[in-house]
């Protein structure tokens, strides 16, 4: 018993030493991104590295909102994002449904199409998207940053996961009663499905928030810039002011660092429904 007793301390300590070193290499970047953001200059390209700031520069935090407009990009990247996770949401939950749910012919073939969209890398459909807007007259639009996010093949596989593992007798109750598909999607799934949609919006919120390549391509006018271009443009051709980047970077990430932390048991449920039914 205390060879078995000794053996569950090391294996468990082994796990935790394990688990302690992912967390400091996953949280080492915001710690470092934090500290930068205080530095002078001359301090950030200091060799050895200097950790830690000799005096906290709060001018990095002025010059970066006066240099940027950080109230527009804010409003942008919230009207964005706030669109594209309700949207999605609706879309996504609508299609994962028909495939858990309606049988019809070629279902199993039509899913995996959908699935084979997450093979296909988002920079090989950028230019025949950005002609297509382009010849729409999108460019420098809302609509140019909505509305080819609005649906998502991976929100799909994520909720028919889901929807899969819903009892299937509510559903012919139901039916039985007299209720549309429709119906039956509006009122038994969605209310049963809050946590895999909050765990969804969560990923969704967080992608939207952050995304750079699509938004960078899409505008060039300052008033439909996010703040991933708006912060990208203080990164000059040949060289950056690391400690105004840093600090950029700061005011754009401490919000979805904040909903993170308030939503952290959505995050981790999202990451433990996938795996409920294929």
């Known amino acids: 018993?205390?060879?078995?007793?000794?053996?569950?301390?090391?294996?468990?300590?082994?796990?935790?030493?394990?688990?302690?070193?992912?967390?400091?290499?996953?949280?080492?970047?915001?710690?470092?991104?934090?500290?930068?953001?205080?530095?002078?200059?001359?301090?950030?390209?200091?060799?050895?590295?200097?950790?830690f700031p000799s005096e906290i520069q709060l001018d990095n935090f002025r010059y970066v909102l006066s240099r940027l407009n950080f109230s527009r990009y804010y409003l942008n990247t919230i009207i964005v994002t706030v669109s594209i996770t309700l949207i999605q949401a609706l879309f996504c939950s609508m299609a994962a449904y028909g495939f858990a749910r309606i049988k019809f012919p070629g279902r199993g073939a039509l899913f995996i199409i959908l699935l084979s969209m997450l093979m296909i890398p988002q920079q090989m459909t950028l230019i025949?998207?950005?002609?297509?807007?382009?010849?729409?007259?999108?460019?420098?639009?809302?609509?140019?940053?909505?509305?080819?996010?609005?649906?998502?093949?991976?929100?799909?596989?994520?909720?028919?996961?889901?929807?899969?593992?819903?009892?299937?007798?509510?559903?012919?109750?139901?039916?039985?009663?007299?209720?549309?598909?429709?119906?039956?999607?509006?009122?038994?799934?969605?209310?049963?499905?809050?946590?895999?949609?909050?765990?969804?919006?969560?990923?969704?919120?967080?992608?939207?928030?952050?995304?750079?390549?699509?938004?960078?391509?899409?505008?060039?006018?300052?008033?439909?810039r996010v703040l991933s271009v708006g912060v990208a443009t203080l990164v000059g051709q040949y060289s950056a002011r690391n400690h105004w980047l840093m600090a950029a970077s700061m005011l754009a990430t401490t919000p979805m660092i904040v909903l993170f932390i308030i939503l952290q048991k959505q995050f981790i449920a999202g990451v433990a429904i996938t795996g409920i039914k294929a």
């Open 1 to 51: 018993m205390a060879e078995i007793k000794k053996r569950f301390t090391l294996a468990s300590l082994l796990v935790y030493l394990i688990l302690i070193c992912g967390a400091f290499s996953m949280v080492l970047p915001f710690v470092w991104m934090t500290l930068t953001a205080f530095k002078t200059f001359q301090e950030t390209l200091a060799i050895p590295i200097k950790w």
């Open 128 to 224: 025949p998207s950005f002609v297509l807007l382009s010849r729409l007259k999108w460019v420098d639009t809302y609509l140019a940053l909505i509305v080819p996010n609005l649906f998502s093949a991976y929100g799909t596989f994520f909720l028919r996961q889901y929807f899969l593992s819903i009892p299937g007798e509510l559903e012919e109750a139901a039916i039985i009663d007299g209720s549309s598909r429709l119906s039956i999607y509006w009122r038994i799934f969605l209310p049963l499905s809050t946590t895999a949609l909050a765990a969804f919006g969560v990923f969704t919120v967080l992608w939207a928030w952050n995304d750079l390549l699509w938004p960078l391509i899409m505008t060039s006018r300052d008033s439909v």
